[in-house]
């Protein structure tokens, strides 16, 4: 099958997907259809923009609102304020602000913010009144979009593209790209079952209606692209485009057009520089990687890197997509730009030839640009499940779990305290999650996940909230229902998901469907708390041939408890207890291991009581969780072991 008919094919099977995906759950469209006219002189650009917009919604639609993203790189803007004023609190004697942001907008001169401006805006060929609030645009429609409606809306706009600040921009100082285009257009903001989310630009997150884009980038002929999509004019551009390893056409025009096209997406990214290389390769059937970097001469490690960003994808893609569900887009492109990484579409920007980085934001087209939960909302749903995917990606391509450094450094250290509590208390993957929630306990600074993603107190909060406790939430579940069933539950997730913005509850479902439990009250406890976790071992005594173990819930977060009994002849046998509100226990996961379940752990009781069937003179130790991935904030006090003779 050649190219073109691959292409039709692939996007016959997104839009099945995406007609499937209203099924359960209704959900607006809007297909993009935008041309630019780019200056890199000014760094200006004006761009036309025609949005198909169909209400799939029950209800009349009096308003619309568009992201004005540019217009946060400002000074005096709120992302500018309250960056400054996070700064203003001092976690560990340093400022609690993004070392990314801290004032910088502040100090922006004319010719180097952001701005989006709209010049004209009209539904259906009628020209509608707008006004701005900052980075959000209000239109009162003249006529309301009724319900199982589609509208045309045509709007114009002129921006101007800040210096590098976050994200997005221009000139970035440390890598040398010249643009870096997210959050480029003006975006129509989701309305779905909660109504609009027109949420400003203050720091985080992002959410948007899926659909299909076809976008012309008109810029000077010297400048070499990546972005979201496929690059439907590759033949006329050539530079690898076309095939493998081809230059740059020459054209005698002052400036050529990038035709790129991307079908049931959310978003587009793009990115521009004269001196970028590009690698790509076809990497099975379906899909074609890219990476593209800005080029540095004689740096033979520095093209290390990058050459192997792409042998690195290529190597875990099946892993990818064994554990997660299949890669369905024709291509991704790895982009040298940004300020550290970020995700989009088929495309991220990375600042660095990283492979955590790569990793992590590769990952973000399952946890992110497919199943497309509100990040604002649930920002611990899409770094978080990113997070917890990097790590066993991570695992895979280089063989060693997360624990492994720690172990490492203890063996070259033995007498090093620190390295031998790390090692004694942390799991043996998602090891930078546990130790982050920990420091997060300690700290005092904890908020519930269910807060918004730009209203965290402290930036400090929001990171390991989001992104640690939210990789704990998928490791622990392993941990409650078996890491098996886990497995099953985020492939199923994915399988019924996809392309149909999730939230917390829609994965709960899924996860109590999956494993046969009833799991809400984890939810509650570890989403909408900040209780912790606290097991203790409060008594071992022997009683008549028999042994008495009395365990102690001291945190105020219930859980089922694994109880690993080792005897002296090396034996050992894992009790699991049940926590009644679970109506069920895990299967064993251990092949091999003696498992028991006990009678259930009623949430109520401070207490439990297990008696064995052997004299305690038979036993050496006895272990609270010996996985270490129940989040136990103590662990001091869950071994016992017999003294010895």
Known sequence: MNL????????????????????????????????????????????????????????????????????????GSSMDVRSRELGKTLINNRPD???????????????????????????????????????????????????????????????????????????????????????????????DYEGWHPTPYVAREFYGIWGNFDVSINIDKNYKLGGTGVLVNAQEIGWGYDRPGTALKDINRAKRIWHFVGKNIHDFVWAADPDYNHLSKKVNDRTTLHVIYKYKPDNAAYEKGWQEVLTAAEKVLPFIEKHFGAYPYPQYSFIHGGDGGMEYPMATLIHTSSLGTAFHEW??????????????????????????????????YYGKSSLQPLRDSLAKHPNNETYKKLVNTLPEDHTGAYNGYYRLVQSGLEEPLTTHADHYNTNFAYSIASYSKGEMFLEQLGYIVGAAVRDKILLEYYKQWRFKHPNANDFMVIAQQVSGLQLDWYKEYWVNTTKTIDYAIDSVLSDAGKTNIVLKRMGEMPMPVDLQVTYKDGSTVMHNIPLNLMFGAKKNENNGEKFIVDEEWRWTHPEYKLTLDMDLSNIKKIEIDPSKRMADVNRSNNIWEAPAP
């Not at 094919?9 to 630019?36: H, P």
């Not at 809306?153 to 593209?161: G, M, R, T, W």
């Not at 994200?167 to 100082?173: H, T, V, Y």
């Not at 990952?363 to 199943?371: K, P, R, V």
């Open 4 to 75: 073109k008919n691959n292409f039709l094919l692939l996007v016959l099977v997104l839009c099945f997907d995406f007609l499937t995906a209203q099924t359960n759950r209704w959900q607006q469209q809007a297909n993009y259809t935008m041309s630019i006219d780019m200056d890199v002189q000014t760094n200006r650009f004006t761009g036309k923009q025609r949005i198909e917009y169909f209400n799939n919604s029950p209800d009349k639609l009096n308003r619309l609102f568009y992201h004005l993203y540019f217009n946060a790189f400002q000074p």
């Open 363 to 396: 990952m973000h087209s399952w946890y992110q640009m497919m199943l497309a939960t509100n990040e604002s909302e649930y920002p611990w749903m899409d770094e978080g499940f990113t997070s917890y995917a990097e790590d066993l990606v991570t695992k895979f």
């Open 97 to 191: 602000w993004d070392t990314r942001v801290k004032d910088r907008i502040s100090k922006l001169t004319d010719d180097e913010i952001g701005y989006q401006k709209i010049k004209s805006l009209k539904v259906n060929g009628i020209a509608q009144p707008f006004q701005y609030h900052e980075t959000i645009l209000e239109v009162n429609l003249r006529r309301a979009i009724l319900p199982k409606s589609k509208v045309i809306i045509d709007l114009e706009f002129e921006a101007q593209v800040p210096l590098q600040i976050r994200r997005s921009g221009r000139d970035n100082p440390s890598t040398g790209v010249r643009y870096s285009m997210s959050q480029w257009y003006p975006k129509l903001c989701e309305y």
